[in-house]
């Protein structure tokens, strides 16, 4: 088939696009978290065929975690495929050498059908009950300062496992905690920078009520939901996954809070003004900013503004410190270099009502939890921390 001059200059200009998202995540994401996805990633940067195939695909949908994800639900139904001996969470044991590229490519050439209708129609959905230790420490803040009982929402919550967060046993820093100690389901995290975790290990409030919201909300009794939203743990993640499907299988057994369809900006508003009482609402996100725009960002916080006129409102977040730094939460710390450190989240919480705003820092962490260092104030600029070799 011949190109236009235009439609190559076209092509190159999406090509260098991916080269780009793909360098990036294998630099951030990968490096230190996932040696099979930092080596892939790189790889699919310098590969013509997996390029072609991310330029049949939908812009923003070409992203590197999609990728993965669909590939990686493809592979669970293909645990003898020679690409599965590199994923230890599909048995396999086998290190990255200079064959994992090319076993790839070749999978999602003979998948590829399959593979593209994934890459065109899925979206990032994953349920990282780590976070549930983020939401622990935000609570512990909004009892100390307003008591209890609490009300619960998470946005983004996609199958509502982080509101089943008093059903979990907790191993923070070595030390386990209770309620709920004979749990199945064990969510494990360590800690970082010798701070006090004292607030971890508080009692949880007493939540009243508990609502999910998510643009698309996974059914918990769906198997094709649980099984994409297990596509998106890392090959090598074997306790991840055993946890996940713990948390699922707990869910289903004792039953999960509903998660209703809709849009953070949209729809928050109106759906926590459903919630029963008068006592505050947590409303919980973590790792939902990076899927709104500036406006729908800002509408987000107008709208709890809003509802804060009616009845307290605490947003919890467990977000990256530069799209927290462009809401319109005022920590100093934001001003600064911690605005930078996007590879780690940042875990607060905004107090809004009784007519003022509250904003505090609580932690910085690893995006999926696996360690928290908690702030030494409110105001913290974790200037103390160093940055990890992956940090960038
Ligand atoms: C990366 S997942 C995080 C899920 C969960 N908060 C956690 O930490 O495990 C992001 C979630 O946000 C949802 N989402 C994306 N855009 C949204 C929007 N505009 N309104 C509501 N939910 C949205 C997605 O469907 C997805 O379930």
Known sequence: MWLSEEQSADKGVEAEHLRRLFGVFSATHGHGRSLVYEALSRGVTGNDELLALLMRTPRDQGRPSLLFAAVNSILAAHPDAALASYYPIHGGRRPVDHQLIPTFAAFCAEHGDELGHLLRTGSTQTNEIRRCAALRLALGHVSERWGEPVALAEVGASAGLNLLLD??????????????????????????????????????????????????????????????????????????????????????????????????????????????????????????????????????????????????????????????????????ALQGPLAKRNTLYLVGVSLRGHGRQDDGLLALADPYLRWLAPARQPADDFQWLPAEPNAG
């Open 167 to 332: 059903r979990y046993r907790y191993r923070i820093g070595g030390r386990e905690m209770t309620p709920a100690a004979d749990s199945p389901v064990v969510i494990s995290c360590d800690l970082r920078g010798g701070t006090s975790a004292d607030r971890l290990h508080r009692p949880l409030p007493k939540i009243t009520s508990r609502l999910g919201i998510d643009m698309r909300p996974v059914s918990l009794s769906d198997p094709v939901d649980r099984a994409w939203l297990e596509a998106f743990i890392w090959p090598e993640d074997v306790d991840g996954l055993a946890t996940l499907r713990g948390a699922m299988e707990l869910a289903v057994s004792t039953g999960v809070p509903p998660v209703v369809r809709g849009d953070a900006a949209a729809d928050t508003a109106r759906l926590l003004a459903d919630l029963p009482g008068s006592e505050p609402i947590v409303v919980f996100t973590a790792s939902l900013l990076s899927y709104l725009g500036a406006r729908s960002r800002a509408a987000f916080l107008n709208r709890l503004d809003e509802i804060a006129q009616r009845r307290p409102v605490a947003w919890a977040f467990a977000e990256a410190p530069g799209l927290v730094a462009a809401t319109n939460v005022a920590v100093p």
